[in-house]
């Protein structure tokens, strides 16, 4: 039988979980909690999603029941949460101006490094800062800085290895040519180099080359995320409340469900 599959939207209006029972495509509204608050940041734990946190960019709430009841915890003001695909307890956060770790599903935190930006997907992921780049030592904690640079930095082991324009460690050397002027990064795909994110001239991936995507529109699309189970799957929101899907690494995009309000974070799992 397949397994149900979970996707939790935070929204203008608090957090809504969608549920896919039996993996048939009838995708379902199964709960609405939180409303009144906008939630910008969501993670559901990768084999226990009755496990999730959310957070509206001031506070962090911990569900233990599958997003029915939530409690506020202590932690970073988070405005984006990741999930890791190799350590399950694993989250990066980021509060708008640092990075954050936390190993024990978000109960407590380290500060990682100042960060512009950061995206993911799995344990592939991408930081930038605006002055200095920054490469991840292997004890998981300490950061150094490098020279001033402006093009994408990223990391396939969940930032054990880092890799940027002009420098590199290890043996993968492949090199991500220049971003689109004022591009923010939206997701990093798992395996093969997969960045997608948004810029003024539209939504831009990169997978050996930047191409612009079809289909999403740039002034409304405000998040994206993988399904840490299948690392070719994709999810969207926008600002209309409409949540979109893709099965092949961003390339094209279906509209799955609409009639939320403005969306601002999704969260992938799937019930074992």
Same mark, same amino acid.
């Given at each position: 039988?397949?397994?149900?599959?979970? @996707?939790?939207?935070?929204?203008?209006?608090?957090?809504?979980?969608?549920?896919?029972?039996?993996?048939?495509?009838?995708?379902?509204?199964?709960?609405?909690?939180?409303?009144? =608050?906008?939630?910008? &940041?969501?993670?559901?734990?990768?084999?226990?999603?009755?496990? !999730?946190?959310?957070?509206?960019?001031?506070?962090?709430?911990?569900?233990?029941?599958?997003?029915?009841?939530?409690?506020?915890?202590?932690?970073?003001?988070?405005?984006?949460?990741?999930?890791?695909?190799?350590?399950?307890?694993?989250?990066?956060?980021?509060?708008?101006?640092?990075?954050?770790?936390?190993?024990?599903?978000?109960?407590?935190?380290?500060?990682?490094?100042?960060?512009?930006?950061?995206?993911?997907?799995?344990?592939?992921?991408?930081?930038? =800062?605006?002055?200095?780049?920054?490469?991840?030592?292997?004890?998981? @904690?300490?950061?150094?800085?490098?020279?001033?640079?402006?093009?994408?930095?990223?990391?396939?082991?969940?930032?054990?290895?880092? =890799?940027?324009?002009?420098?590199?460690?290890?043996?993968?050397? =492949?090199?991500?040519?220049?971003?689109?002027? &004022?591009?923010?990064?939206?997701?990093?795909?798992?395996?093969? @180099?997969?960045?997608?994110?948004?810029?003024?001239?539209?939504?831009?991936?990169?997978?050996?080359?930047?191409?612009?995507?079809?289909?999403?529109? &740039?002034?409304?699309?405000? @998040? !994206?995320?993988?399904?840490?189970?299948?690392?070719?799957?994709?999810?969207?929101?926008?600002?209309?409340?409409?949540?979109?899907?893709?099965?092949?690494?961003?390339?094209?995009?279906?509209?799955?469900?609409?009639?939320?309000?403005?969306?601002? &974070?999704?969260?992938?799992?799937?019930? !074992?």
């Amino acid at each position: 039988m397949a397994k149900a599959e979970l @996707v939790l939207i935070g929204t203008d209006d608090g957090i809504v979980l969608l549920s896919n029972p039996g993996g048939i495509g009838r995708w379902l509204r199964s709960a609405h909690t939180l409303r009144g =608050h906008t939630i910008v &940041a969501t993670w559901a734990h990768p084999n226990n999603p009755t496990q !999730m946190l959310c957070s509206d960019g001031a506070q962090l709430w911990r569900s233990a029941d599958g997003g029915q009841q939530w409690d506020q915890i202590d932690g970073p003001a988070c405005q984006r949460l990741i999930a890791s695909r190799s350590t399950s307890d694993r989250i990066w956060a980021h509060d708008g101006q640092y990075a954050y770790m936390s190993d024990d599903a978000g109960m407590t935190w380290q500060v990682l490094a100042p960060a512009d930006a950061i995206a993911g997907g799995g344990d592939s992921l991408w930081y930038r =800062h605006k002055t200095t780049g920054h490469l991840k030592k292997s004890d998981d @904690v300490t950061w150094t800085e490098t020279p001033p640079w402006q093009q994408v930095l990223i990391s396939h082991d969940g930032q054990h290895i880092w =890799h940027h324009h002009d420098h590199h460690l290890g043996t993968d050397q =492949h090199i991500i040519n220049e971003t689109p002027s &004022a591009f923010v990064p939206l997701l990093a795909c798992a395996g093969d @180099v997969c960045v997608v994110g948004t810029a003024p001239s539209g939504i831009w991936r990169y997978a050996g080359a930047w191409q612009i995507i079809d289909g999403l529109s &740039a002034q409304s699309i405000t @998040v !994206m995320t993988t399904t840490l189970y299948h690392p070719d799957r994709a999810w969207a929101g926008d600002t209309n409340g409409n949540v979109w899907y893709s099965s092949d690494r961003c390339v094209t995009w279906e509209l799955i469900r609409g009639g939320f309000t403005s969306i601002r &974070a999704l969260a992938t799992a799937r019930l !074992m």
